[in-house]
């Protein structure tokens, strides 16, 4: 009784793991093409500690006029607009009606963004 009980809640465990895993494999699947977590850069800037950090301030040399001129920072309302539509953001994070990225819009919402926000939030 006392071993199947065991057996049961490291199934459980086990489970959750990969679970957990499987969302993040789905998060960095979309970010990763472009993207590197740590300080590399690949198409875009690497994403180590990029939450609460100032917006284009990596070494990455490809920022556009926008991001680059930026000055917000990421905290999570902006983060959340970014990977939301990006295109419409960089309008509003800048007051400027004709800003541009060069960072496809990723449209993410719900669970996924909840996902997303929470792992850009360890990268540390
Ligand atoms: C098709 C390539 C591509 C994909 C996919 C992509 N990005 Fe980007 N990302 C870029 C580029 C290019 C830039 C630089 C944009 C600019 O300078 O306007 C960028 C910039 C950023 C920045 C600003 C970084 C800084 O230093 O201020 C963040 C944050 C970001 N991306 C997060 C993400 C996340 C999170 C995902 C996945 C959900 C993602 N990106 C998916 C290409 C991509």
Redesign the pocket.
């Known amino acids: 009784m006392k071993t199947s009980f065991k057996l049961v809640a490291l199934a459980a465990i086990a489970m959750s793991i990969t679970m957990g895993n499987s969302v993040y494999a789905g998060?960095e699947a979309?970010?990763k093409?472009?993207?590197d977590f740590g300080t590399a850069h690949k198409?875009?800037?690497g994403?180590k500690g990029?939450m609460g950090?100032?917006?284009?301030?990596?070494d990455?040399k490809?920022?556009?006029k926008?991001?680059?001129q930026?000055g917000w920072v990421?905290d999570e309302e902006h983060?959340r607009k970014?990977?939301t539509d990006g295109k419409k953001a960089?309008k509003e994070f800048t007051g400027d009606d004709n800003a541009?990225?060069?960072?496809?819009p990723?449209k993410?919402k719900g669970d996924k963004l909840d996902k997303?926000i929470e792992f850009?939030k360890g990268l540390k």
Request: charged share 10%.
């Open positions: 998060v979309q970010c093409i472009c993207h198409v875009g800037p994403l990029i950090s100032k917006a284009g301030t990596t990455y490809n920022y556009s926008s991001l680059k930026g990421w983060m970014w990977l960089i541009k990225t060069t960072m496809p990723q993410l997303v850009l």
